[in-house]
């Protein structure tokens, strides 16, 4: 998780201090003390349009069978990343549907770079498969990032470099890597949106958070250039290339459960948080939604659609842990158009000039007040602490979750809790009927506590699987060489999450899972007694 992981959360304590507890002392560790060839020719706007002959089937909605029965492109891994500003980019829109238009907004210290176009999935063990890939474009340095003072939010304005049609393009998560005629790489995540996720699994994918953690220009929401919480970003802007590779929070907690899913032959659709945010519809008729490793930043009208989906029938998957912990606020370009801020002032909420007409909507954390609505009512289990690295403990080694893994009571993953982690809180809101299904002591900050996986039903049908570790979707990739950082996990460790992970994928598809599968056996009480310790 790096540094900046561990900064942001010395501040927790803080937060909760400030705005008081709405949901009490929580008995583990809050935090530590005090706290993503075609033929260029020339636009009629400031770029230069793209065109595409990589994909014959350009201007056609490809079915998601033809798709998985394609080649793919082992190629996409990027091989040196350089300098911060030998290459680096970012597009005008977090999303796209198939054959719409976006910008892209490159500067770069090379001569000339190109743009290939991966979808990620499983493509027969290549991950990925090159959709589409430009001529040469001629590079630019663009200019220095400018400031917004009030909310130190960085902005690289940058001209637009090319304007890219997605003919041809099915939905899927993809990047699109620089190739910088230096030698150099960067990846520019984008989410080819679905039209409808009748009858799909829905897969939704975290700009908001990604962006929260973007340290490019020096500000990201929980630290400056100076590396203090004071001096951090009251708002992130999308008008700014990601940090690092360029999609390190895409590839890390979210790209392993794409190929994954993919590799199972369910059938999918793409989104994004934002998505969600803007309209119901883009959960209407789900069989399953899907929020993956760290998904922690939320509006409350995405919270309430994904809840109204779950209440409607639609299963629901947390495939992390710390998800939908921050309530944040976004803001349009201009007003108006694609989304282009993610604010959250968190401790500092009532200097929020919005609060003045708005006072329900403080962008601080969902179970703080004022506003007060803790997660769990939502996923069962409540966020806790940071950092802890400990075994995952089965406790429900006969629930259909874990059919096919053969583990036993007790059975422990090492490693495989961690960085963060959720756990069931007596006392707080959660659905009834809540199983426990595993239950991982262990030590954060100094104290003892516990990391739960839980299970629920509600009167729909649907049903809601929390993994409670923010390591989840990086145990996919635990025992093998798709991930660098691995944390210690296992080859025995990454067969189980992924069994499991497949015991979860195919019930949820199938529709409402409370009538397909055994009930939850309510195990709150005889799991933590009547105390939350």
Not at 19 to 25: D, E, I, P, R
């Amino acid at each position: 998780m790096g540094r900046n992981r561990l900064d942001r959360r010395h501040f927790l304590g803080a937060a909760a201090g400030a705005a008081g507890m709405a949901v009490g002392a929580l008995a583990g560790c809050d935090s530590s003390p005090g706290g993503g060839e075609g033929a260029a020719h020339p636009s009629a706007d400031t770029g230069t349009d793209v065109g595409s002959d990589t994909d014959s089937d350009a201007g056609t909605d490809l079915t998601a069978d033809a798709e998985r029965g394609r080649p793919g492109n082992p190629d996409w891994r990027i091989r040196s990343v350089g300098p911060p500003d030998a290459v680096q980019g970012y597009t005008d829109r977090a999303s796209i549907r198939p054959g719409e238009e976006f910008g892209l907004h490159v500067s770069t210290t090379a001569p000339g770079f190109r743009v290939s176009a991966y979808r990620m999935g499983w493509y027969d063990g290549a991950r990925a498969r090159l959709v589409w890939r430009s001529d040469r474009v001629a590079g630019q340095v663009q200019g220095d990032p400018r400031m917004v003072k009030y909310t130190q939010t960085v902005r690289a304005d940058w001209e637009r470099t090319l304007t890219v049609r997605a003919d041809g393009w099915p939905e899927g998560a993809y990047l699109l890597r620089l190739d910088a005629s230096n030698g150099h790489q960067r990846y520019v995540p984008l989410i080819v949106r679905s039209k409808s996720a009748v009858g799909r699994t829905v897969l939704m994918h975290a700009p908001a958070t990604w962006q929260a953690y973007n340290k490019w220009g020096g500000y990201n929401l929980y630290e400056g250039k100076n590396g203090s919480y004071g001096a951090r970003s009251l708002a992130v802007s999308f008008d700014r290339p990601y940090d690092k590779n360029g999609a390190e929070k895409f590839l890390v907690h979210e790209r392993a459960l794409v190929v994954l899913a993919e590799r199972l032959g369910i059938p999918l659709a793409y989104t994004t948080g934002i998505d969600v945010h803007l309209s119901p519809s883009v959960l209407r008729g789900a069989k399953a939604a899907i929020s993956l490793g760290h998904d922690e930043y939320w509006t409350p009208e995405q919270r309430r659609h994904f809840t109204r989906a779950r209440d409607t029938g639609t299963n629901l998957a947390f495939l992390g842990a710390n998800t939908c912990f921050r309530r944040i606020r976004l803001e349009h370009a201009g007003g108006k158009g694609p989304v282009r801020t993610v604010v959250c002032y968190k401790t500092d909420y009532v200097g929020d000039p919005y609060l003045v007409e708005h006072r329900t909507m403080a962008t601080t954390d969902f179970r703080v007040s004022p506003s007060a609505d803790p997660e769990s009512s939502m996923t069962g289990v409540l966020y806790e602490g940071f950092p802890t690295d400990a075994p995952y403990v089965v406790h429900g080694a006969d629930h259909w979750i874990f059919e096919g893994t053969g583990v036993k009571r007790g059975d422990s993953f090492d490693h495989l809790v961690g960085v963060e982690y959720d756990r069931v809180t007596p006392g707080q809101p959660t659905p009834a009927s809540l199983e426990i299904v595993a239950h991982s002591p262990l030590v954060c900050n100094g104290r003892d506590s516990h990391a739960d996986s839980a299970y629920y039903t509600v009167s729909s049908g649907a049903g809601v699987f929390a993994s409670g570790t923010m390591r989840w979707v990086e145990g996919l990739m635990a025992g093998t060489r798709e991930n660098g950082r691995n944390h210690r996990m296992d080859a025995r460790t990454g067969a189980f999450v992924t069994r499991t992970t497949e015991n979860v994928l195919r019930a949820f598809a199938e529709g409402p899972a409370g009538r397909t599968r055994p009930a939850p056996k309510d195990n709150v009480r005889s799991v933590y007694g009547s105390t939350a310790t």
